[in-house]
């Protein structure tokens, strides 16, 4: 096409497609581009407009490393991440959440009723439940990849004085689907905000607090892999959180349980006779689709 | 909003947004996102394309440097680039066109007349306009930036074998508007393809080439700069750039000139006694809005 307009370069990217294209990306790109456009036109964006997005990528690429997942956290504080979760989670299943920027693979194994949070101070915290399919059977052999902060609000990736898998553990289930460990009352946390994703927050008059959660990846042979995360039902962000991964199902009463209720089976380095917190969440994976 | 729904994560993420925010700000964020969303939201975007969106913009990250701008090159062959130029191009101006990622600031300067062709091989090119204003005025002090490829299809910021400002001239008109300066004709070349915008291109069965063309920058005191290029009219791949810049009035006749006919008032460094070309092509810029 010679002359090329504002109203018909959507129709002129179209034709410049390859007859031999995978339809998908066809479908896809055509889609990405045509609202792509339409966003340019419905606000008249400006040069000046432009060259800030130009901007913005490129701070991101600047501050992206191994551990620091710029483009992810923008995915996230824009709410796709958690629409992309929430265009594919079964209503059958437990609610999928956002993974973050923060997951680290290759963690230790953990053991059903281990301890992660060592000698680090904070209350602790007992969590526990069944990885079951969508009538109620318990799931053996279901993996669970659990990772949270420090009580610094800090993952390991981005706390030089924590080990790599500090608050990182795999843990299988046996016959009865239960998995459970030990841990540290997860904390409310900032998303990093130092780089370009923190600018936008502040332009648009956002925090960077996520309310406190525990993250899981559940995963058992048949079953569809499952990302989500739980909630404490007294967190003061709940209903904001700066990544739109807060779903109902997934916010669950944290109980003060008294002193001398520490429950067998749980390993714990510090002092058994103390108060501490129990945090009861089943998980349900649906079957891969035949 | 404690349990966001793929149906309301829109207007959560609008919700979200403060009460001192620029509304400019706020207009641009809330199209943005709200197209992103239905983007997402109509192919039904998988994790895994999103996973490869992601790639994408971190391979964009890993190949960004000084001199290569993946992120204005992806905007340019998505046809972004050319939809905001279009978006803010006057009707009574000579047309925009894209700036590219190639341009560097801080030329020399060119007097009129002056010979950015050098020692370079291939056809010698005779380019003259007058810079003028929409009553048909010449518009003294306007300055021309003017960057082309070399022979060899590279700019000077690709190619380590040019000086950082060969084939970029700055240059001023006198009273009568005229700029005029001696080049070698551009030859076609393709943007650069071994990144992941080529990636792009080839998954969308597209070339890579653009027509030959000559960039100017034009500005002048009390006028909108005008970014822009002229093409020759027999370019094969004016109907298929790959960045969308072609405009029908940026589209002008390279004439072939006779031996021994070569203009006064032009410099060359080789033999003035040969056949060469040359394009007419005036600039008409207009004046801020008051």
Not at 50 to 68: K, M, Q, S, Y
Not at 121 to 140: F, M, Q, Y
Request: aromatic share 8%; charged share 25%.
């Amino acid at each position: 096409m010679r002359n090329v307009t504002k109203d018909n370069i959507t129709d002129v990217f179209v034709g410049y497609m390859g007859p031999d294209m995978d339809p998908r990306m066809k479908e896809v790109m055509t889609s990405l581009v045509r609202h792509m456009h339409d966003f340019a036109r419905d606000v008249n964006l400006t040069h000046e407009e432009w060259r800030a997005g130009i901007a913005f990528l490129e701070g991101c690429a600047a501050v992206e490393t191994e551990d620091r997942h710029e483009f992810v956290l923008a995915s996230d504080v824009l709410g796709l991440s958690s629409l992309v979760d929430m265009l594919h989670s079964s209503p059958e299943a437990t609610s999928s959440s956002v993974l973050g920027p923060f997951h680290v693979a290759g963690a230790p194994d953990l053991p059903v009723g281990g301890d992660m949070k060592r000698d680090f101070p904070g209350p602790v915290l007992v969590a526990t439940g069944i990885v079951k399919d969508t009538d109620g059977n318990p799931i053996e052999g279901a993996t669970l990849d659990i990772w949270q902060t420090a009580p610094n609000g800090l993952y390991a990736s981005q706390d030089d004085a924590q080990d790599t898998y500090s608050f990182h553990g795999l843990q299988k289930t046996g016959a009865d689907g239960r998995y459970a460990f030990t841990t540290v009352k997860p904390v409310e946390y900032t998303v990093p905000s130092d780089g370009p994703v923190g600018d936008i927050l502040r332009a648009c008059g956002r925090h960077p607090w996520r309310p406190s959660h525990l993250h899981f990846i559940a995963e058992a042979p048949g079953f569809r892999p499952l990302v989500t995360e739980v909630f404490p039902d007294d967190d003061p962000y709940l209903d904001q959180d700066t990544v739109f991964g807060v779903r109902d199902d997934l916010v669950m009463s944290y109980q003060n349980m008294p002193a001398g209720s520490f429950p067998d089976g749980f390993a714990l380095s510090g002092s058994v006779d103390e108060p501490y917190l129990r945090v009861d969440f089943d998980l349900t994976l649906v079957r891969h689709s035949v």
